[in-house]
């Protein structure tokens, strides 16, 4: 997977590039909507390609490994097939939700035992089979199986969960490289650096797995309860390790005032789903500041949500109409709002890398920081 | 508001004309999807207008009188400009849903006085006050406040609710005259024959009614619990009553084989929530008949739901990942499910109506009775 680098801002070191995937280029940097379980929340398809022009998306492995399972998405050709998506597709290795949403997980050298948040069932997902899970999804891009601690963590705890992490990257990188020789698939498998808040840690897990040589590497273990300075502080430290001509992913991360900071420090690409989640519990993101649709001071409001925005949702309806949709707790409030919420992130981005490529990020960066809170 | 017969089937007496409301002509017989809340639940406005080419919509008095309210909605330029629709709106006068939602309704001749589902505050709706509230809408066409009862009721109480009916749909006509005479309105106020399933009552009904020379007729007190036969057999016998050169609107009806039975009974215009509500329960309707989406048959079938369908959902979708959708909870499902009934609907209605236009409308409505179960 070539990762084509563009341009540099020589004030922040902040990058544009194109990643070349096998479903198609993608604009970096770029921030990635969540399809958690296939979907993006509320977004039919065919607006998430043409209205918002994602290029790519994620899904998450844990929730389509238990529904519909990934030998249906095998059988059905694949997940870009199943769910009629046409451009690239990340998926995370799982992990993540095994540590925050599955009961009775219980780590061991092999792998990480859980339990279905759905039905209860065990499951077992070793380094090497969510590797196969992925690609049974046919996934662009797959991420390596890592152990991911809440914070705080004591400096040992992380220590060895960064260690694990480091084992099974190589294991799972390895059955990666040899199902890639067996069957001449050209997707990617990005390990993840992890070490909590440790920038030592993190320094040595970075060293570890920039050995596997692989296509990109990814920033783990943030948006874990730590303070969003705290999250920047280890990207800032830990992004200048990975190799420069491979895309650099944080995981997770993170509010608009913030994509600018990450992208300032190095970062290509990001995810997060506050966008989508905040847009279906009626916070909305508009260029001038949140906007709490419930409150009574939209009831009457005429205006649309944000009118710097071109989404169908503020091209066509008013505030009083939205607040109307909520507080009715209809279906099409969702459907609007995770669309504008998606457009401001994808707009947002945009932005970043066209005054990257015009050299003027620097001075965009500077106005965020003045209007906002970071 | 002009009533435009195109052709009338010979045998039959199915009827195609155009309805020429305010907010631009409407092809007939026509089936309205509803829009309870200003809004089509699950469709954007977009798929409404674009893709499934609606000519009218449905919305209800009850709830939007109740939230956001009318005053609030002609504040902000009224119902089409509140939901961003173009075209026209038939809304009911609220009587129904008094009858079947709130609780505590005391009837008098002033009119109905009744609580809110939402928040329990007392309200009244008179004949002359569901008017004034559907102005506020500025709906096309708006609908005499009714007593509706539900089935069975005796000779007596259908009597007696009838004679209510016929009196209401007085005061309510003549204040809807003042109203249009100050106001130069071009809205439409359909009177409602009631009569329960007497014949003698529904033709008592009629004739009152029809005194009052109103653009269009509407049978109600139907889909109110009696046998699906007894309600074609009251329409087949109301709807001669009724003037040949208005349309005529059964209330609340059916199911998709339904549809041309009461075409073949003279009815020009229909309206039900089944097509919107069964697909969010995921109940499809398809050429082939109904479709369960949640059952297991569906889990990995790759076909789409309906190939005869040209609707977005069937171009692009198939039944398991629909199935998938449905069982995981997803609000895409509502959308591509509501957008594909939604279609059959109107597209059973279009093909009616080119049949009758064509005079192969016998053999349209022959090959659906041996088709299906009516």
Known sequence: MLFELQAQCA?????????????????????????????????????????????????????????????????LGGLHKFMSWPRAILTDSGGFQVFSLSDLRKISEEGVLFRSHLNGDAHLFTPESTVDVQLAFGSDIMMVLDECLSYPASHAAAQSAMERTVRWARSGYNHFLRRKEETGIRSSLFPIVQGSM??????????????????????????????????????????????????RYVMGV???????????????????????????????????????????????????????????????????????????????FSTLATLHNVQHYLDTMRQIRQSILLGTFPAYLAAVRAAGSV
Not at 35 to 64: M, R, S
Not at 281 to 299: D, E, P, W
Request: glycine residues 8%; aromatic residues 6%.
């Open 11 to 75: 004030t922040t070191g902040a990058r544009a590039g194109i990643l070349h995937t096998p479903h198609g280029p993608v604009e970096t940097p770029v921030f990635m909507p969540v399809g958690t379980q296939a979907t993006v929340k509320g977004l039919p398809q065919c607006w998430l390609e043409q209205d918002l022009d994602a290029k790519i998306i994620l899904a998450n492995t844990y929730h389509l490994f238990l529904r519909p399972g990934h030998e249906l998405i095998r059988e």
């Open 198 to 247: 440790f920038a030592d840690l993190r320094s040595a897990c970075a060293n570890e797995l920039l050995e596997l040589n692989a296509d990109g590497y990814a920033i783990g273990g943030l948006s874990v309860g730590e303070p969003r300075a705290l999250s920047l502080e280890v990207v800032e430290t830990t992004a200048p390790l990975l190799p420069e001509n491979r895309p």
């Open 254 to 332: 993170g509010m608009p005032d913030e994509l600018p900071e990450y992208v300032a420090r190095g970062i290509d690409m990001m995810d997060c789903v506050l966008p989508s989640r905040n847009a279906r519990n009626g916070c909305l993101f508009t260029s001038a500041g949140k906007v709490i649709i419930k409150q009574s001071r939209y009831r009457n409001d005429p205006a649309p949500l944000d009118a710097r925005c071109g989404c169908y949702t503020c091209r066509t309806f008013s505030r009083a109409y939205l607040r109307h949709l909520f507080q009715a707790g209809e279906i099409l």
